[in-house]
């Protein structure tokens, strides 16, 4: 194994981690939104919330590194295609999709530098349009939403047929035994994160169909009040919490065993 190839390991297990903590703070919020001890919490939310235990600073230091591998990682898996994707239309699709989660975790990453005074990304008044935003301003709002709307309708399809024919299992090199428990947890994960771009979805269609003048991109706390608000929502929002929770072990196990194919890239 050179230098390098332990370079991209040590990130993308340091990335998967990260994923894993800002997950667990995300499902916790939700099950105690649901029985009214605590509001939801998006990604920002979670990284506010870490700001303000003991060490609060410090903990986001960490979490920092760990949000800026995560989205090298994602890069490298977008332009090197170590998963071997291939430039099919479906490949490209996903490549785009890990270029997205790249930059995604990198504006994160930005995000909680501005938390510790590093950087003013996200903050301040005035702050510049998000790239929904601009594109709303340029097509207009109902064709951008709708978009939108059919990319999240796929990413939630592409997670339950991760879930459904266990392709997650594919990339993680574990024995037998611990993969006997972590089917379940992978698959409830994995399906409950579906669930919430799937809502993000139909969110966006009915902001297409009803809205004029752009609202805004609804976000993963959005996602979350709009289960709240349904019949029996807090039975919902409790069950979506505890998935997300188990999207966040998913991600832990990731950190561990998955396999990084670096020599493949």
């Avoid at 870490?50 to 590194?65: E, S, T, Y």
């Avoid at 699709?93 to 990198?106: D, E, K, P, W």
């Amino acid at each position: 194994m050179t230098k390098g190839s332990k370079w991209i390991r040590h990130l993308a297990r340091t990335g998967y981690f990260a994923r894993g903590l800002v997950y667990t703070i995300i499902g916790l919020f939700a099950v105690l939104a649901a029985i009214g001890a605590a509001e939801n919490k998006d990604t920002e939310g979670a990284l506010q919330t870490l700001l303000q235990q003991p060490f609060g600073a410090v903990l986001i230091a960490a979490l920092i590194v760990g949000l800026v591998s995560y989205g090298v990682w994602r890069l490298f898996q977008s332009i090197m295609d170590p998963d071997d994707h291939g430039l099919g239309v479906k490949g490209l699709a996903v490549r785009a999709g890990l270029l997205s989660s790249a930059v995604t975790y990198g504006l994160l990453a930005l995000y909680a530098l501005s938390l510790v005074g590093v950087s003013n990304a996200g903050g301040g008044e005035g702050g510049g349009s998000s790239p929904a935003e601009m594109l709303a301003g340029f097509f207009g709002s109902r064709p951008v939403s709708l978009g939108l709307a059919a990319i999240f309708a796929g990413v939630a399809i592409a997670h339950w047929v991760k879930a459904c024919k266990r392709k997650y299992a594919d990339h993680l090199k574990a024995s037998d035994a611990v993969m006997e428990w972590l089917h379940p947890i992978s698959i409830t994960g994995l399906t409950a994160r579906g669930c919430v771009f799937a809502i993000l979805a139909v969110m966006l269609v009915l902001r297409g169909l009803t809205s004029e003048d752009g609202s805004g991109t609804p976000g993963l706390k959005d996602a979350l009040e709009y289960t709240q608000d349904l019949p029996f929502g807090a039975f919902l929002l409790a069950a979506l919490g505890v998935g997300v929770m188990l999207f966040a072990v998913y991600s832990f196990a990731e950190a561990i065993w998955r396999e990084i194919n670096i020599e493949d890239a």
